[in-house]
């Protein structure tokens, strides 16, 4: 019985792990809905591929989130936001037709893992982590200041 309660300790926690994450996207892609709307986005990015399609990768800073609930120190004051940087990665196929994903930073980052070494899109995706602005996390767009 033991082995049967620790397997289901063990599946209920992955599932927490995949609404976790499910939630997460959900929030990057609202996120990056709003980011478009309000121009939002710097492009960092654009690449062809040999089937004549275009991708554009984009950057932008979604400012002012509710922190997430950590450890109380009480000698480390709390943050109560934070900010969150989200990739936009817009594909034009020929004919016009086109696509989009949003992803945060860590999540666009470790994509090209999950792709053989050496295929096109894992050497594109790979080209446009190498081109993230760093150094330049906050982007202020239709403000006073830019950081450029």
Known sequence: MAASLRDLE????????RAQKAEQKAEDIQHALN????LGFERFHTALTMDG???EFEL??????????EIDWSAIP???TRNRRIVLWRTMFPGRHQYASAFHDAEFGSLPKHLD???ELR?????AIEKIPIGRP???????????
């Open 138 to 148: 906050l982007l202020v767009k239709g403000g006073t200041a830019r950081n450029r």
């Open 10 to 17: 063990h599946a209920a926690q992955v599932q927490f792990v």
């Open 78 to 80: 709390k943050r109560t």
């Open 123 to 127: 050497d594109l995706l790979e080209a």
């Open 117 to 119: 070494a050496g295929s």
């Open 35 to 38: 980011l478009m709307l309000n």
């Open 60 to 69: 932008g800073t979604v400012r002012n989130l509710p922190a997430p609930d």
């Open 53 to 55: 399609a275009v991708h």
